[in-house]
């Protein structure tokens, strides 16, 4: 190996038409987390740097950057999200995230759903992946092998509601009786679930795009249409004009698979089909082997990630990202896990997944399959944390360093 030739990180940037521009020395942001975040930042940036190393020998290294949020942000500035936090990475581009706390108490919003919010990091990606050797409810979970695109801003998720009873709910309900022909209850709570044309598409754009880069067999939305004709019904009906309009060439539906093609998909095309929700939880457990890249709005996406994750192996081994133009967070998709804080005992697979991820996201494709291929032969070997440990006969718990120690042994 090399010895490494910087010393100083550069900043990532964007050219003329929104590509990042990705240097040798990235600086990429990172939020340690609340809870448990600090024991899974330890071991994860321990085996991302090793991978980076191993995979281009010291002509490559991120220089990493703390930015803060939560409570370590409150403790410093008074505020859980300073904005200097949102400007650097606004200014940055790329983050990667622990899990935060979510403090309870009146009128706080979620940190997560707020960064999500003003960075517009409109795509919620999550991968759902099979490693050999998990414990999984499942009989075959390696037939598991999807990517979730979730929607981050719209639906019942963009925070419109008003408490049953409240001034601003009575008057939505007296409006809606008087002037919409509706016959709500006075008491009525009300939450507002709206969707556009414009936020649909650009959520299923990418992930028709991403199906296309990695040779993806399909994309398949998930919406409940059928009952809410003009929020999921419309997401549907956009997502297969946003096929025909930008991507007609490249893709072909359902319909024309038997009707064209004997349901034999062309090679190089990409089938865009549609499933309603409730019929989709079934479809995935019962023949995952159908489906690949799934775009679906916020509600449906956030159950289905977890039920996913929860086929192959748990919300420890799910990795995630929100990405927008032109910001991504990655982040770990379980949350800060307290009563472990400080332990050193919880699985880092899922911020280390993320980093995987944003690897990929960086087009360091080669340190992302190091890691990859280091997770199975570490989980292989049966040297797991607790989480795994406990539902797999045989196996020997290790502490979260002590997995991270391992997987960077694994490494080749
Ligand atoms: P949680 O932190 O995800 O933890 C719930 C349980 O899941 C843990 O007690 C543990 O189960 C298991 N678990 C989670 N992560 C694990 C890991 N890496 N390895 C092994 N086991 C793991 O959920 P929560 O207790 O409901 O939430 C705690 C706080 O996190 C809340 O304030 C919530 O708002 C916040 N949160 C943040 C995010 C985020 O930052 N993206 C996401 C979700 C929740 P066992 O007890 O069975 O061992």
Redesign the pocket.
């Known amino acids: 190996m090399t010895t490494n030739v910087f010393d100083t990180g550069s900043k990532i940037t964007l050219d003329p038409s929104g590509k990042l521009l990705v240097p040798d020395n990235p600086i990429i942001l990172f939020i340690e ?4 975040g600090p024991d ?1 930042w330890r071991a994860t940036v321990r085996v991302l740097d090793a991978a980076v190393a191993k995979a281009y020998g010291g002509n490559r290294r991120i220089f990493w950057q703390e930015i803060l949020a939560g409570e370590k942000a409150y403790a410093a500035t008074g505020s859980h999200l300073p904005q200097e936090t949102l400007d650097a990475i606004q200014e940055y581009l790329v983050a990667l ?8 108490g009146g009128g706080f919003r ?3 759903v707020t960064l999500r919010q003003v960075l517009d990091l409109y795509a919620c990606i999550r991968p759902v992946r099979y490693y050999a050797g998990t414990p999984s409810p499942l009989r075959e979970p390696e037939k598991t092998n999807m990517v979730v695109f979730r929607e981050n801003t719209e639906d019942v998720y963009a925070g419109i509601e008003w408490p049953a009873k409240s001034p601003e709910a009575r008057r939505v309900v007296e409006f809606l009786n008087a002037q919409m022909g509706c016959r709500l209850s006075p008491d009525a709570g009300i939450g507002i679930k709206t969707m556009s044309a414009a936020g649909s598409q650009r959520l299923i754009r990418k992930a028709i795009q991403y199906a296309l880069a990695k040779g993806a067999p399909s994309v398949t939305l998930m919406h409940k249409g059928n009952i809410m004709k003009f929020t999921e019904g419309a997401f549907k009906t956009w997502g297969y004009e946003l096929a025909q309009a930008e991507f007609a060439d490249r893709v072909i539906t359902e319909e024309q698979l038997w009707q064209e093609y004997d349901g034999r998909a062309p090679a190089g095309k990409v089938i865009i089909k549609d499933r309603i929700a409730d019929s989709m939880f079934q479809q995935v457990l019962l023949r995952p082997e159908e489906y690949s890249v799934i775009a679906t709005p916020n509600l449906n996406g956030d159950y289905l990630s977890d039920a996913l994750a929860a086929q192959v192996g ?3 081994m799910a990795p ?1 990202a929100n990405i927008g133009d032109p910001y991504a967070v990655f ?10 804080a400080n332990l050193d ?7 280390i997944l993320s980093g995987a991820m944003m690897l990929e996201y960086l087009g360091w494709q080669e340190a992302a399959d190091l890691i990859h291929r280091g997770l199975a032969r570490t989980i292989q070997a049966k040297t797991v ?3 795994l440990a406990r539902l797999l006969p045989g196996a020997t718990e290790l502490s979260c360093s002590g997995f991270a120690s391992a997987l960077i042994d694994n490494l080749a």
């Not at 005992?345 to 911020?351: D, G, H, Q, T, W």
């Open positions: 987390g609340d809870g448990t899974i995230k622990g899990p935060l706390t979510t403090p309870v979620s940190i997560n748990g919300l420890g995630g982040e770990a998709t379980h949350g800060s896990a307290p009563k472990y005992k919880i699985n880092p697979s899922s911020l944390t607790y989480d």
